[in-house]
């Protein structure tokens, strides 16, 4: 037998009769083996192992494979802890693929209330003798559990779109629906899809111009960001809090090419008291912007801004097409993103204005406008230095517009909200859907100049009151009343003892 059995069991057959004869009687009775098959044989009757089985690897507890019932109980605690979603998917052959009794499907999107990994340490809590390490129930965690986000600033057509396409994905799917339902629902998801169209076309659109620049054409992206507050500093009391100045920031981002041919981008911010976000502050702030020597060289000067009112407005379009080719001789364009679509490289750069004024509220006081101007000049400084270039990439200035309000003057056209970009050759002003810059895509719209009386009024910050002297006042003069009141009210011993 031991001479017959494969190479792999020979020690097994040898273990046999290994302890009942010396090495010299097995040999003189027929058997074959090494002495490496002799150690063998002999360390397997120790361990009484006669198995004929093969090799089995050992393979630790940690490493098995997970079992069915410790998956499910991973998907009931994430399913408890979390809420349903309406992101689903509505076809009814995978939704409900449930591992357990209760109703959770792989076909639906669940958010989490709280991080896995408490999900986790609850877990471990109940089934303190479950083996499960915290990777191995990352690993188990379904994809459709995710972590919550919140989002802000949508485009409410962009949700009702998609709220349309998902209802009539359903109403598809049954088959009791009205003609009428239907159309009504079809229609929505027609306008939503348009919307999509323009907001696309024209966002490749403005890509498209950005490329487009040269050493003599820019595009010009205008914003505002969300007011600042003044008043603050390291150390801030209640006061404090409630008196705080606000200060308004319209920003320019300019997209050019030096003489290099490299793309760069220059920002220019101008700091307000005035609080009115009209089109009369912009205007302003326009004029100090391509007053500035660097905006001399440019011939073409491309403008892009959101849809807000204060920047599509026939005040606007007067100053741009009627009032600039008087003062400068070159090419104005006036672009619009589409509605609610309007997040640029502006609003990016205002995440940086946040962070430099945070930074420095936290070591000094910024109690006027004129502290701000100089933390942001100092900021951008620093960043020259530490980017090693020659220029400022950044460049702030005060508008304080000292001229009163007098009278508007609009350029009216008809359908103007429909138009997304507008250029003015000669006496001829011209209007397109999208900001192509195509001259085929552009044709010639009537307009007219209109003269009305401006009766807006100016909103300013309130000013700031700086206390500076030498003995602070330590209450005001009703809490110092108060708090002499409560001292003779309370017993001299007691407060002797208190002191």
């Known amino acids: 037998m031991h001479t017959t059995v494969g190479i792999k069991h020979k020690s097994n057959i040898l273990s046999l009769v290994v302890d009942l004869f010396t090495r010299k009687?097995?040999?003189?009775?027929?058997?074959?083996?090494?002495?490496?098959?002799?150690?063998?044989?002999?360390k397997k009757a120790s361990q009484e192992n006669f198995s004929l089985c093969d090799y089995q690897r050992h393979r630790p507890l940690s490493k098995a494979a997970t079992s069915t019932e410790v998956k499910a109980l991973v998907i009931k605690y994430l399913y408890n802890n979390s809420r349903d979603s309406c992101a689903t998917i509505v076809d009814s052959s995978l939704a409900n693929e449930a591992t357990t009794s209760m109703e959770y499907s792989s076909s639906a999107?669940?958010?989490l209330e709280i991080p896995k990994r408490d999900i986790y340490k609850k877990l471990q809590a109940d089934y303190p003798d479950l083996k499960l390490c915290l990777s191995k129930f990352y690993k188990l965690c379904p994809k459709n559990f995710k972590k919550a986000h919140k989002k802000t600033d949508m485009c409410q057509v962009c949700i009702a779109g998609k709220k349309a396409e998902r209802k009539l994905?359903?109403?598809?799917?049954r088959a009791n629906y009205t003609i009428a339902n239907r159309k009504q629902l079809e229609d929505a998801v027609h306008l939503y899809q348009q919307h999509i169209f323009f907001k696309n076309r024209q966002q490749q659109c403005y890509k498209n111009s950005i490329n487009r620049t040269t050493s003599s054409s820019c595009v010009v992206i205008m914003d505002f960001k969300e007011n600042l507050k003044i008043g603050g500093g390291p150390v801030e009391t209640g006061a404090n809090f409630y008196h705080k100045k606000q200060v308004s920031v319209l920003g320019f981002a300019v997209h050019y090419q030096?003489?290099?041919g490299?793309?760069?981008?220059?920002?220019?911010?101008y700091l307000s008291p005035i609080l009115s976000h009209d089109s009369l502050f912009i205007i302003g702030c326009i004029r100090k912007f391509l007053a500035h020597s660097f905006m001399a060289d440019f011939s073409q000067v491309c403008f892009w801004s959101d849809s807000g009112p204060h920047?599509?407005?026939?005040?606007?379009m007067h100053f741009i097409f009627e009032q600039l080719p008087q003062l400068y001789d070159k090419q104005f364009y006036m672009n619009y993103f589409v509605e609610y679509h309007g997040k640029n490289i502006v609003d990016g750069h205002f995440g940086v204005l946040s962070r430099w004024f945070k930074e420095a509220e936290a070591v000094q006081d910024i109690h006027t406008i004129e502290d701000l101007l100089r933390v942001f000049q100092n900021k951008a400084q620093a960043q020259q230095y530490h980017n090693k270039t020659s220029y400022l990439s950044t460049e702030f200035d005060l508008y304080l517009r000292p001229e009163a309000r007098t009278h508007i003057h609009k350029l009216r056209v008809e359908n103007f909200g429909s138009y997304l970009c507008f250029i003015r050759v000669g006496n001829k002003l011209f209007a397109s859907t999208l900001s192509t810059l195509n001259s085929i895509d552009y044709a010639k719209v009537s307009f007219k100049i209109q003269k009305v009386k401006d009766n807006r009024k100016t909103k300013y910050a309130p000013e700031y009151q700086v206390i500076d002297i030498d003995v602070p006042i330590v209450v005001g003069p009703q809490s110092k009343v108060t708090l002499l009141n409560r001292v003779k009210l309370t017993h001299a011993d007691t407060l002797a003892m208190k002191i």
Do not use: H, M, P, W
């Not at 994905?169 to 799917?173: D, E, P």
């Not at 490299?262 to 911010?269: E, L, N, P, S, W």
């Not at 920047?311 to 606007?316: K, N, Q």
């Open 311 to 316: 920047f599509r407005s026939g005040e606007l």
């Open 25 to 42: 009687e097995l040999k003189q009775a027929g058997f074959t083996f090494s002495n490496t098959q002799y150690t063998t044989a002999k």
């Open 169 to 173: 994905q359903l109403l598809l799917s």
């Open 262 to 269: 490299t793309a760069c981008i220059r920002y220019f911010d």
């Open 109 to 111: 999107v669940y958010y």
């Open 258 to 260: 030096d003489n290099t």
